[in-house]
Each structure stands twice: as structure tokens, then as C-alpha cells.
Nanobody, 125 residues
Framework: VQLQASGGGLVQAGGSLRLSCAAP????????MGWFRQAPGKEREFVAA????????YYADSVKGRFTIFRDNRKKIMYLQMNSLKPEDTAVYYC???????????????????WGQGTLVTVSS
């Protein structure tokens, strides 16, 4: 599944952004999807994941209550709505396609087979 992430930018703390991940391949609706991020000097970390139907969603503790992952299978796009952004949310955000329809709550990178190019989110204090 080819993935194209977009929507990053510069925002003040407390603001909002919505990231998008387009997956124009025919098989988008069959696969779980996820978001990961990598801050400068840090390892890539799990942010959120969603199963093929959108019924199951998982979040890292650091973003629970602030971020929402959802998908539109007809448009073949996954989203990450980010509210109440903090400077520590600054990172390159990557969307990823899972190996199957379901994803685990742990957000293991090994569960994902396809990766987008990343989009930069910068939150100023």
C-alpha cells in the first residue's frame, strides 16, 4: 500500500492540526493503519492505530484525550486530528499500513509493513 502523509506545519501550543494519509491502492480498506512520530534525537514512537473498519482504535498514553485517529475507507484516507498540541508533540509524523486488518494496542512497528514519507509538525511554546 503506497502512503502519502500531509498536513503538517507550524502551530502554537494549544492549537490543532489534522494530518492526512492518502492510500490510493485498491486494498486500503482491508488493512489496519497507524501513526508514528520521531522527534529530533529520539527514536520513532507509536502514536495511534486503527483497525480496518475503524471500530478499534489505540493511542499512546501521551496523546490520549488529545488526538483522534479515524479513517474514510471510501476516500482511502486516514486522519489524525491533533488538539491541545504541546511543544513535546514536535516531530516528524509517519503514517503506516499494517500487515493485516487488525492492529495491536501495543503499536509495534513490526506489525506495519508500509510507511509514508513523513510530515513535520512543529509546536511552538
Amino acid at each position: 500500500v503506497q502512503l502519502q502523509a500531509s498536513g503538517g506545519g507550524l502551530v502554537q501550543a494549544g492549537g490543532s492540526l489534522r494530518l492526512s494519509c492518502a492510500a490510493p491502492g485498491r486494498s486500503f480498506s482491508s488493512y489496519g493503519m497507524g501513526w508514528f512520530r520521531q522527534a529530533p534525537g529520539k527514536e520513532r514512537e507509536f502514536v495511534a492505530a486503527i483497525n480496518w473498519s475503524g471500530d478499534n482504535r489505540y493511542y499512546a498514553d501521551s496523546v490520549k484525550g488529545r488526538f483522534t485517529i479515524f479513517r474514510d475507507n471510501r476516500k482511502k484516507i486516514m486522519y489524525l486530528q491533533m488538539n491541545s498540541l504541546k511543544p513535546e508533540d514536535t516531530a516528524v509524523y509517519y503514517c503506516a499500513g499494517a500487515r493485516g486488518g487488525y492492529v495491536g494496542a501495543q503499536g509495534l512497528e513490526s506489525d506495519f509493513a508500509s510507511w509514508g514519507q513523513g510530515t513535520l509538525v512543529t509546536v511552538s511554546s
